[in-house]
């Protein structure tokens, strides 16, 4: 641990007081390096260990009171304050710098037989029987090297080609587990270089893709891609959107201000770790374990194996390395890797297989998108037929052709992905793909707008755009009718019983019920289920109505502001760009859509039919105070309260930004108590994540 436990009671207490205070206006340029030090604690708390000490909430209070007492004296702000982690400058080129000593790959086993050949070697090069070797895992990410002096971080590049590496220091400054500042001279050391994984996290990987995906962006391929190509990208603060993480697993190199090696304490590499783990790094701790000979290696391997799918990160093996620096100096180095270490690599997710033809699927916008279709090839205990070529641009690049091999990786729970083509398996038989010009389905001249990936069908009557339409309508993400999937919607289309949205809405449950295969029962469901969807809030059925780029958020952002959905007929542009975050691509192409007499008269139909096109009281959102105190924040009453109604309580908080809620969960920011509180009180208290205020200090803070 960086901190005694003396020093974060200090900061705990010190938060507090300062938690107290409503603005900078109270405050001295004395507070800042303070505030900077509290700011520094709680990333360090939240990002390094994954256990913050105090809620969000404050943490941004603490964070926003820094920023602000730094503007108001900026001679005294310090370079290294958290708040300079993004700077707005753009790189220019990155320059190329020489690594203070080389990085080196790491030599590769893939079973315990490779294992014991390693330890054999080990073992004849430091002439001893029982090596302790630690074991970690092998981050999936992009290589980087730090460079600290004098306890600041001065630079940071990628692996390069290993002797020369890319400039990335201020990329990686945004990346919240490396910190700006380490005591290195704790130990007396001088100059340092650390060397680290920059990772990105399988659930923001995650998060990343679903945002792209309704964005009508292209989508990472992979974890790995997403944290070199975070890394590399010339706008820092793209760096910062991705939330890289970094995990430090080798000090390299350190010396005093003479230029002389310094570790007298550090002995082996599982100390060198604690070391850097203390002064703030992330580093593997559980995940690192002390093995004493080399079959308790074998044994952990094949424990994380079984394990890798669930734990947070891509790994995509674990590195093995001999603990003691003596006996590291025994073993050297070749000029590839150390003989010390060695990675142990699972099981590749990786295969080859044959690229059979390309299908082109048509999307709800009619975008097109290529499918490979291969030879079934087992991936990672998955059989793999079909795999997404993306766009056009994919396929070009890599040179993909019909009739190619091509590598396919599989990394994690991700879809699968072709890595490449390998032209020199090629026969002469290979055909080049010739993009379709027309629509595959109904022939249509294919359309591509300048910043788009995709090809697009602009014809709105295309059958396999309304299919997909209507499957949309129907799902979870849209109206959410459950029972009523893809399915459905190919028979009753076929059927003749639905051409648009608005005949969902009048089916003829007696001819459903006749139907082979479904009943009176399941046409009793299937009917419940719809008269349930009609009374769905309008944001929900703007959503569904599947107009480019108006996704699930910019629905919900412009249903805030209408009554009626038909009110959108009448919109203009500046309309819809007065909605914070809605910018004129989204307008136009609502406009465009409520500009068709057609799809007015369908909407129409559907409200003629039971569908709720009005704004109701309880979903329209109340206006929330975005400068107010309390913005972005949920807070809830209870107990009696002695200044003011409850109802009245609520109304100053909403005032000043906050949003009521009605339970204690992870949701709760705040807990305003009055007297005979009870059982939530209880229930914040044990969450640990909730700020507790008393009505005195929610009526101090609110104005
Ligand atoms: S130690 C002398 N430890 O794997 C090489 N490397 O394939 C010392 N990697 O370039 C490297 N996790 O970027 C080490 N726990 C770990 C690692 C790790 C991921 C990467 C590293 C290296 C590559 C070699």
């Given at each position: 641990?960086?901190?005694?436990?003396?020093?974060?009671?200090?900061?705990?207490e010190?938060?507090?007081?300062?938690?107290?205070?409503?603005?900078e206006t109270?405050?001295?340029?004395?507070?800042?390096?303070i505030?900077e030090?509290?700011?520094?604690?709680?990333?360090?708390?939240?990002?390094?260990?994954?256990?913050p000490?105090?809620?969000?909430?404050?943490?941004?209070r603490?964070?926003?009171?820094?920023?602000?007492?730094?503007?108001?004296?900026?001679a005294?702000?310090?370079p290294?304050?958290?708040?300079?982690?993004?700077?707005?400058?753009?790189?220019?080129?990155?320059?190329?710098?020489?690594h203070l000593?080389?990085?080196?790959?790491?030599?590769?086993?893939?079973?315990?037989e490779?294992?014991?050949?390693f330890?054999a070697?080990v073992?004849?090069?430091t002439e001893?029987?029982?090596?302790?070797?630690t074991?970690?895992p092998?981050?999936?990410g992009g290589?980087?090297?730090?460079?600290?002096?004098?306890?600041?971080?001065?630079?940071?590049?990628?692996r390069?080609?290993?002797?020369?590496?890319?400039?990335?220091?201020?990329?990686?400054r945004?990346?919240?587990?490396?910190?700006?500042?380490?005591a290195f001279?704790?130990?007396?050391?001088?100059?340092?270089e650390?060397?680290g994984e920059?990772?990105?996290?399988?659930?923001?990987?995650?998060?990343?893709?679903?945002?792209?995906a309704?964005e009508?962006?292209?989508?990472?391929?992979?974890?790995?891609?997403?944290?070199?190509?975070?890394?590399?990208?010339k706008?820092?603060?793209e760096?910062?959107?991705?939330?890289?993480?970094?995990?430090?697993?080798?000090l390299?190199?350190?010396?005093?201000?003479?230029?002389?090696?310094?570790?007298?304490?550090?002995?082996s590499?599982?100390?060198?770790?604690?070391f850097?783990?203390?002064?703030g790094?992330?580093?593997?701790?559980?995940e690192?374990?002390?093995?004493h000979?080399?079959?308790?290696?074998?044994?952990?391997?094949?424990?994380?194996?079984?394990?890798?799918?669930?734990?947070?990160f891509?790994?995509?093996?674990?590195?093995?390395k001999?603990?003691s620096?003596?006996?590291?100096?025994?073993?050297?180095?070749?000029?590839?890797h150390?003989?010390?270490?060695?990675?142990?690599?699972?099981?590749?997710?990786?295969?080859?297989?044959?690229?059979?033809?390309i299908?082109?699927?048509?999307?709800?916008?009619?975008?097109?998108?290529?499918?490979?279709?291969?030879?079934?090839?087992?991936l990672?205990?998955?059989?793999?037929?079909?795999?997404?070529l993306?766009?056009?641009?994919?396929?070009?690049?890599?040179?993909?052709?019909?009739?190619?091999q091509?590598?396919?990786?599989?990394?994690?729970?991700?879809?699968?992905?072709?890595v490449?083509?390998?032209?020199?398996?090629?026969?002469?038989?290979e055909?080049?793909?010739s993009?379709p010009?027309?629509?595959?389905?109904?022939?249509?001249?294919?359309?591509?707008?300048?910043?788009?990936?995709?090809?697009?069908?602009?014809?709105m009557?295309?059958?396999?755009?309304i299919?997909?339409r209507?499957?949309?309508?129907?799902?979870?993400?849209?109206?959410?009718?459950?029972?009523?999937?893809?399915?459905?919607i190919?028979?009753?289309?076929?059927?003749g019983?639905?051409?648009n949205?608005?005949?969902l809405y009048?089916?003829?449950?007696?001819?459903?019920?006749a139907?082979?295969?479904?009943g009176?029962?399941?046409a009793?469901?299937?009917?419940?289920?719809?008269?349930?969807?009609?009374?769905n809030?309008?944001h929900?059925?703007?959503?569904?109505?599947?107009?480019?780029?108006?996704?699930?958020?910019?629905s919900k952002?412009?249903a805030?502001k209408?009554?009626?959905?038909?009110?959108?007929?009448g919109?203009?542009t500046?309309?819809?760009?007065?909605?914070?975050?809605?910018?004129p691509?989204?307008?136009?192409?609502?406009?465009n859509?409520?500009?068709?007499?057609?799809?007015?008269?369908?909407?129409?139909?559907?409200?003629?039919?039971?569908?709720?096109?009005?704004?109701t009281?309880?979903?329209?959102?109340?206006?929330?105070?975005?400068?107010g105190?309390?913005?972005?924040k949920?807070?809830?009453f209870?107990?009696?309260?002695?200044?003011?109604?409850?109802?009245?309580?609520?109304?100053?908080a909403?005032a000043?930004?906050?949003?009521?809620?009605?339970?204690v969960?992870?949701?709760?920011?705040i807990?305003?108590?009055?007297?005979?509180?009870?059982?939530k009180?209880?229930?914040?208290?044990k969450l640990g994540?909730v700020?507790?205020l008393?009505e005195?200090?929610?009526?101090?803070?609110?104005?």
């Open positions: 641990m960086r901190y005694t436990t003396l020093q974060q009671q200090a900061f705990y010190d938060s507090k007081k300062y938690l107290g205070h409503k603005d109270t405050l001295l340029p004395a507070d800042l390096p505030l030090d509290l700011v520094r604690f709680h990333e360090y708390r939240y990002y390094v260990l994954n256990d000490l105090i809620s969000d909430f404050e943490y941004d603490l964070y926003k009171l820094l920023e602000a007492l730094e503007k108001k004296h900026p005294s702000a310090s290294t304050s958290p708040t300079k982690r993004v700077s707005s400058d753009l790189t220019e080129d990155f320059a190329t710098v020489t000593i080389p990085m080196l790959s790491l030599d590769n086993s893939y079973d315990a490779d294992l014991n050949k330890d070697q073992r004849k090069l001893r029987e029982n090596i302790t070797y074991v970690e092998k981050f999936d290589s980087i090297a730090l460079i600290y002096e004098n306890d600041m971080l001065v630079r940071a590049a990628t390069g080609n290993g002797e020369m590496g890319e400039e990335i220091t201020i990329q990686s945004t990346i919240k587990s490396l910190p700006l500042e380490a001279s704790s130990k007396g050391i001088y100059r340092a650390v060397r920059a990772v990105i996290s399988k659930e923001r990987f995650k998060a990343i893709n679903a945002f792209r309704e009508g962006l292209s989508l990472l391929a992979n974890s790995r891609n997403s944290a070199t190509g975070g890394l590399r990208t706008d820092p603060s760096t910062a959107r991705r939330q890289l993480d970094a995990f430090i697993f080798q390299g190199y350190a010396v005093d201000k003479n230029g002389r090696d310094v570790l007298p304490t550090i002995k590499h599982h100390d060198a770790i604690d850097l783990g203390n002064i790094f992330k580093v593997s701790r559980g690192k374990k002390l093995c000979g080399i079959q308790e290696v074998i044994d952990q391997c094949n424990h994380w194996a079984l394990i890798r799918d669930e734990y947070p891509e790994i995509d093996g674990m590195v093995i001999v603990d620096f003596d006996l590291q100096d025994m073993c050297g180095y070749t000029s590839h150390p003989r010390w270490a060695i990675a142990y690599k699972f099981q590749a997710k990786q295969a080859t297989t044959k690229l059979l033809d299908e082109y699927q048509i999307g709800k916008i009619g975008s097109i998108t290529p499918v490979a279709k291969v030879e079934p090839v087992s990672a205990g998955v059989t793999i037929s079909s795999i997404s993306h766009n056009e641009d994919f396929i070009t690049s890599k040179d993909i052709r019909i009739g190619d091509v590598l396919i990786e599989r990394a994690g729970d991700v879809i699968p992905y072709i490449k083509s390998l032209p020199e398996l090629r026969t002469g038989h055909k080049i793909v993009y010009t027309q629509c595959p389905s109904c022939g249509t001249t294919l359309v591509r707008e300048e910043d788009e990936a995709a090809w697009r069908c602009p014809n009557e295309c059958k396999a755009q299919l997909q209507l499957i949309f309508h129907v799902s979870k993400d849209a109206m959410d009718i459950d029972g009523f999937g893809e399915k459905y190919l028979r009753f289309y076929e059927l019983w639905i051409k949205m608005a005949d009048q089916l003829d449950y007696d001819k459903i019920a139907l082979e295969g479904f009176k029962k399941s009793d469901k299937l009917k419940a289920a719809i008269d349930k969807a009609k009374s809030p309008i929900r059925l703007l959503h569904s109505l599947s107009i480019h780029h108006v996704g699930q958020r910019a952002l412009i805030e209408i009554n009626h959905l038909l009110d959108l007929a919109w203009s500046e309309d819809y760009i007065a909605i914070k975050d809605i910018g691509v989204v307008a136009q192409n609502a406009i859509w409520f500009s068709h007499e057609k799809n007015i008269a369908m909407l129409r139909e559907m409200e003629a039919h039971g569908v709720n096109l009005t704004q009281p309880q979903d329209k959102p109340k206006e929330l105070i975005s400068d105190v309390f913005s972005g949920t807070i809830l209870t107990g009696t309260l002695t200044q003011m109604g409850r109802k009245e309580a609520q109304e100053l909403e000043n930004g906050a949003k009521n809620i009605s339970a969960s992870g949701n709760l920011d807990l305003v108590v009055g007297d005979n509180a009870g059982s009180l209880d229930k914040a208290r994540t700020q507790i008393t005195e200090e929610f009526i101090a803070l609110a104005q």
